[in-house]
Nanobody
Framework: QVQLVESGGGSVLAGGTLRLSCAASGYPATSYCMAWFRQAPGQEREGVAG???????SYSWSVKGRFTISKDNATNTLFLQMNNLKPEDTAMYYCAAGDHYGYCDDWSGTDYYRFWGQGIQVTVSS
């Protein structure tokens, strides 16, 4: 049974930092394309950052330069380091994984992934 479990969310002031983790189990998720998505109330789920099986990173324009995605293959864990957080970053954040291997060019599409975490709340106040 595949599970993705997020942790590390919370509430911070604008300009603060948080680090999200996503522990995967049931298959070697970090060997495939993985990503972080977020969804604010009333909005569609959007791709925030993706990482290819070989480690290539991709970011949405709204977080580039502030967020860093990384992974640890030894522990099958995905990370999202979030710096200089803004109130507009407030959302539920989701870890996503699937069975695509390679450059992961379609990383920001929700249909690209088979498995999802339960989500974790990030709240940034001004």
């Amino acid at each position: 049974q595949v599970q993705l479990v997020e942790s590390g969310g919370g509430s911070v002031l604008a300009g603060g930092t948080l680090r999200l983790s996503c522990a995967a189990s049931g298959y070697p998720a970090t060997s495939y394309c993985m990503a972080w998505f977020r969804q604010a109330p009333g909005q569609e789920r959007e791709g925030v950052a993706g990482i290819a099986s070989g480690g290539r990173e991709s970011y949405s324009w709204s977080v580039k330069g502030r967020f860093t995605i990384s992974k640890d293959n030894a522990t099958n864990t995905l990370f999202l380091q979030m710096n200089n957080l803004k109130p507009e970053d407030t959302a539920m954040y989701y870890c996503a994984a699937g069975d695509h291997y390679g450059y992961c060019d379609d990383w920001s599409g929700t249909d690209y992934y088979r498995f999802w975490g339960q989500g974790i709340q990030v709240t940034v106040s001004s």
